[in-house]
């Protein structure tokens, strides 16, 4: 939760740091410019683990994060504080990517999907949980102080990832250059291609309809904190669910998942309309539930159809097409502003719809295949 965190502290900080610097509000800058860096540079440490082992760079990337992090919060000015945080979007995307990849090969098959639904119930929490904890120590002591508190969270991190995290299985001896290579190979594997695009609906929709959500009760600042209080309630049950249904087929679980997260979108679109509150933050409860489950189930019929060789790279591209989403949901929902939230999630859940599809299509094609 805390690496993926640093995508979203500076959307409360923004107002805070223009005021000391008395420039304009600079979130493009020190935001959503990290933010792409973060996301591109998935692709380059996916497929580097497979080479230099990924214990060692999860170690090394978060160490590097924990220092660089105290160093943001420095900065006397916006130039240099733009350099640091794009130093720190890169030594944050180490983790993401590798995380996956490193769970699949020290965790027993029955334990995985409950592994990898922890780490993407972070994931989606971090948009939440980034968001408070950014706001409420920029207010209380400084936007500066976000940057030094994380910085001891991450060297805190790091100190347990080097002493508790197991030693993964001897790296591939092939040359580094071979998995880049292998990467557009990847993305012409039906079974793959399917994963990938159902994978980039996930954070796509979640942002579309929390940013639809902000601006339709625009008047109603708590009653949009207390929706997402309760999207955070269903994120945090999805390590359960992947438990409870851990001996189901992982393409039935993928696509029932993102089917009901579609009928909770289309819910709370129509309660929407009607202006009902609970309603809204009922279907928001079951969409939450729903998307935060879709992920684990995803990410294992991606590494079951990787070779181990690859499986940083093709954990890469996933969490590349994870993260594409979240920069695409804003301009989905300034898109349909106009029509408002209630299109806004009629789109969403079709695209989730597509994803539940493509998933479950691609498992029909597979049984009927030779061999």
């Known amino acids: 939760m805390t690496v993926p965190s640093l995508v979203y502290i500076t959307i409360p900080i923004a107002p805070l740091v223009a005021r000391d610097y008395s420039i304009a509000p600079p979130q493009a800058w020190i935001g959503s410019l990290p933010s792409l860096v973060y996301a591109a540079f998935f692709l380059l440490f996916g497929p580097l683990s497979d080479r230099i082992g990924r214990r060692q760079l999860l170690v090394t990337g978060v160490a590097a994060l924990a220092v660089i992090t105290a160093l943001t919060g420095l900065a006397n000015s916006l130039v240099p504080l733009v350099i640091f945080r794009v130093l720190q979007a890169i030594a944050g995307a180490t983790y993401p990517p590798v995380a996956w990849a490193f769970l699949a090969l020290v965790l027993p098959p029955g334990f995985r999907n409950t592994g990898f639904a922890i780490v993407i119930t972070g994931y989606f929490s971090a948009g939440i ?19 030094w508190s994380l910085a001891v969270v991450y060297g805190l991190i790091a100190l347990m990832l080097g002493r508790w995290l197991p030693v993964d ?15 557009p190979g990847l993305l012409r594997r039906p079974e793959l291609l399917a994963i990938y695009g159902a994978g980039l609906t996930l ?38 669910l992947s438990r409870l249904t851990r001996r189901l087929p992982l393409h039935a679980v993928a696509a029932g998942a993102l089917t009901v997260a579609a009928a909770g979108l289309a819910l709370e679109g129509g309660a929407a309309s ?51 989403g979240a920069g695409l949901g804003p301009l989905l929902a300034l898109g349909l502003q106009r029509p408002g939230m209630e299109a806004i999630c009629l789109v969403s859940a079709l695209l989730l719809l597509g994803g539940a599809g493509a ?12 061999g």
Not at 129 to 147: L, M, S
Not at 299 to 324: K, N, Y
Not at 360 to 368: G, K, L, V, Y
């Open 359 to 370: 998933v479950s299509i691609t498992r029909a094609n597979q049984r009927t295949s030779p």
């Open 203 to 240: 954070l796509l929709s979640f942002v579309a309809m929390y940013s639809a959500l902000t601006d339709d009760m625009a008047g109603r600042p708590r009653a949009v904190l207390d929706v997402r209080l309760v999207g955070l309630v269903g994120i945090l049950l999805a390590p359960l």
């Open 274 to 324: 009607t202006g009902s509150l609970p309603a809204i933050a009922v279907a928001a409860l079951l969409y939450a539930i729903a998307i935060a489950s879709a992920a684990p189930p995803l990410i294992s019929l991606l590494l079951q159809q990787a070779e181990v060789a690859i499986r940083g790279a093709a954990s890469a591209i996933f969490t590349f097409c994870l993260f594409a």
């Open 169 to 183: 299985p001897p790296p591939s001896g092939q040359p580094l250059t071979s998995a880049y290579r292998r990467m």
């Open 129 to 147: 949980a980034g968001q408070i904890f950014g706001g409420a120590v920029g207010q209380a002591a400084g936007w500066r102080w976000v940057f």
